[in-house]
């Protein structure tokens, strides 16, 4: 059936074990994601449209959810062709797997002219459909597109490393990737809306020094394995001059920075952590044979 080509699945193969609620609560965040997604990929044909995802069959073994692009409430400029609704359909498809396959071939986003090479993609499929009868198309909103891409990857952040997540269309089959890392400067550029800064007195036990000064100290903070710049500049150049000792299990203590910043949406993009001011070393205890006997 040529309806076939508006018609895409969702499937999740799953490792045994494990909290089993991972699978259903990611499957409807990608649905909704993708629902969110269609809304901004309509634009590059200039139409603002109401679609819908229509559950059509679900299987069992690996998770497959079976789903039709449905397009309703159209403008009426748009009913000037009786396919339109079925040529959309089949660009919103196409279109979310060149979406997925560009999140799979970027493994880092460090420029916005990768973001400008997706967004003519997107166009090139227009065209492609001739779904409007004078050829303008024009690129989606960046913002909207990349904060599309972000939700798509934290609809898998319930999933394990044993998990994968598929989307499967006429066109082929692409991975849903979380991989893609997305850098500071385009989050901030780009993507962000505000960042709030909150400063307090904290204790971060080493987990990795940085003795170059190129790349960021390696601690654990609250039980969680954070990543921080340090920011103390008088304080790093003794230690990287040998003047201060510290070694992995060590602790300091400092001025720690937590910079959050939310994108269009209110919701978190990234939190980046600064060690503003070292105020000092704490050497780990260190335990011999001597102490156990005393028990």
Not at 9 to 17: N, Y
Not at 187 to 198: A, G, H, Y
């Amino acid at each position: 059936m040529e309806d076939d080509n508006n018609k895409f699945e969702i499937v999740i193969d799953f490792g045994k074990g494990g909290n089993p609620n991972r699978i259903f609560r990611s499957m409807a965040d990608l649905i909704d994601t993708f629902q969110e997604l269609d809304t901004t990929l309509a634009e590059v044909v200039g139409s603002q449209v109401s679609n819908t995802l229509i559950l059509e069959d679900i299987e069992k073994g690996s998770l497959k959810t079976i789903i039709r692009n449905i397009i309703h409430d159209v403008p009426d400029e748009d009913l000037r062709d009786a396919k339109f609704k079925r040529i959309l359909g089949f660009y919103l498809v196409k279109a979310k797997y060149a979406v997925l396959n560009w999140c799979e071939d970027t493994p880092k986003l460090v420029s916005p002219d990768q973001v400008s090479a997706l967004e003519n993609e997107l166009v090139r499929i227009a065209e492609e459909t001739n779904i409007n009868r004078i050829p303008a198309y024009r690129a989606p909103d960046r913002v909207k597109l990349l904060t599309n891409i972000s939700s798509i990857q934290k609809s898998t952040r319930y999933l394990t490393e044993d998990d994968t997540v598929r989307y499967n269309c006429k066109s082929g089959s692409s991975k849903v990737t979380d991989a893609i890392e997305i850098s500071d400067s385009i989050v901030e550029d780009i993507l962000t809306r505000e960042v709030l800064d909150d400063r307090s007195e904290a204790i971060l036990k080493v987990k990795k020094a940085d003795y170059l000064g190129t790349s960021k100290w390696a601690f654990k903070f609250e039980g969680h394995a954070i990543d921080v710049s340090i920011t103390d500049l008088e304080w790093l150049e003794r230690f990287q001059n040998k003047m201060v000792n510290v070694q992995p299990g060590d602790s300091i203590r400092g001025t720690l920075v937590r910079y959050t910043s939310y994108g269009h949406d209110n919701e978190v993009l990234s939190v980046r952590y600064e060690l503003e001011y070292v105020k000092k070393v704490i050497e780990a205890k260190v335990f011999s044979q001597s102490n156990f006997e005393q028990f």
